[in-house]
């Protein structure tokens, strides 16, 4: 087996080395992105907004899923590629192991993600006992946009913040090998970080985090009108997109992003 593994990047946060993460939607991109030195590629439910024009990510569904995961997985040899399960695709468990197991076995990917801490937890032990490797998703939740009242930041207020670390921490009991932090202050990132032994990637979650992750289309600046604060066009300048990602996976393995005007 040629990719990344999960072994390896548990070592890399033991070790300190940063997880540098995009999303991708297609072999050309994926390709692009693995010449660059990322790590892992996420097949991000964002293709319902960068890719469809979709208002959020809830109108995408498992078969749109299984089909850019087959892309990207054709365009990568090394990559991990992580796809995520979309809106109301794991509400209950048959359903969860079901479409999870059409991403992994149609889609070729070699992990699913989900958003949400305590609902998810049985979910999760069930489709990590079925061999199914699960990487979890807190903070800001796309798919709850509409209960969340928008892209806000989350855990600002201590119970907030208490309640999303122990989430970390149940999440990785069920068995979750990774997980993704959106939009959270800095110092929580940090704190989620320490607190739990998978590596977490953050986007929007600060420089402390074991990874980053930015969405493709926002970190070559193809979407100014919604790029948030945690962001930043790494195409400006770098004179091509190769040249950009590179710059991005330099900079993430480096800690010189985020900076501090990137956080919160
Ligand atoms: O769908 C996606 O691109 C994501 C990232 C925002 C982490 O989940």
Redesign the pocket.
Known sequence: MNRLTLTQCRQMKKDGDKIAVL?AYDASFSTVLEQAGIDVI?V????GMVIQGQES?LPVTVENMVYHTQNVVRGSKKAFIIA?LPFMSYANQEQAITNAARLMAEGGAQMV?LEGGPIVIDIVKQLVDRGIPVCG?LGLL?QSVHRLGGYRVQGREPEQAQGLIEAAQQLEQAGADLL?L?CVPASLGKVVTEAVNMPVIG?GAGVDCDGQ?L?LYDMLGITPERTPKFNHDFLKGAGSILAAVTDYVKAVKSGEFPTAEQQY
Request: glycine share 6%; no cysteine; aromatic share 0%.
């Open positions: 999303t996420l991000g439910d964002s293709l990510t995520d993600k998703h796309p993704i959106e986007i992750v969405v």
